[in-house]
């Protein structure tokens, strides 16, 4: 019954989302200029005022600190968005865990392995970076390093156990990987500090270990 | 033997057995992985690290074959 033809690159789920341009790196990288160039559009005009407030009236010094404040606070709002797309969520489904563990432990090497146990993040080398899979979205470190694109993505089904979840994104990614990040919602592209500040603490061994990997 | 098995709320299901001489558990897992794609499964074959590929037909030769749930943007 087997067939080669039978087998298909792309993913099926890109017939939800036909009117999307399918992610490539060169997709990344403009979207990546387009989220600086947006960062500092609506962060210069705060921090700029707040400067200008005090250089004229020295009395304004509160209100050029809250003003300053907001040029510092909206793009970590921003980045806290991008991180929490690989924070744990929904039902733990806790029976049924150890047995998706099982599974998924086998699609990874032995090191991504440790890593996702320890972290409950998969390592995953591909050709747009290194990815990060979680159980509802998933983080992309750039090469250079010098980016992280976090996409919220999730397998619609909230009685999977954690690791079932990650799974079934990884197995997407594997299948196609610009697939994958086109059909996924971008949540937010920044530098690796601003999203590693706001990832919780296990997870942040993840990030470094993906940032080593990358280049 | 190869195996079919679709991930669900019990972690993973195992839904059928074959091996490459055994024409009668082929089939049967031919019928099960179609009536699997019809309830909106997609089946997923790994292939070592970082590649898995989707099929719409059970290849008979492979070491096991995933139907997983589709997904979807968050």
Known sequence: ????????????????????????????????RWWRVSTALYTAPLAVGSVAMVAFEPVTIPVALATAAHAWMIPELYAFRGASVVRPKGLRNEAAEPVAQGLLGDLLDHDARALQRETGLALEPGELGTWL???????????GRRRVHCFCVRVPDPELPPSDRIAHLL????????????????AFCGAPWRVRRRLPKP???ALDAARQRAR | MARLI?????????????TTHDDPAFEAAVQ???GQLDLGYIG????????????RELPREADLVILRRPIAGG
């Open chain 1, 133 to 143: 899979v979680g159980e509802s979205g998933a983080l992309l470190i750039a090469p």
């Open chain 2, 6 to 18: 679709r991930m669900d709320g019990t972690g993973h299901s195992t839904l059928a057995e074959w």
């Open chain 2, 32 to 34: 099960e992985f179609r």
């Open chain 1, 203 to 205: 997870m942040r061994p």
């Open chain 1, 171 to 186: 197995l997407a990614l594997r299948t196609d990987e610009e697939g994958f990040a086109t059909v996924a919602n971008h």
């Open chain 1, 1 to 32: 019954m087997s067939a080669p033809g039978a087998s298909a690159p792309a993913l099926p789920e890109l017939g939800s989302v036909p009117w999307r341009e399918r992610t490539d790196a060169r997709w990344l990288a403009r979207y990546g």
């Open chain 2, 44 to 55: 997923t074959v790994p292939e070592g690290p970082g590649k898995a590929s989707q099929v």
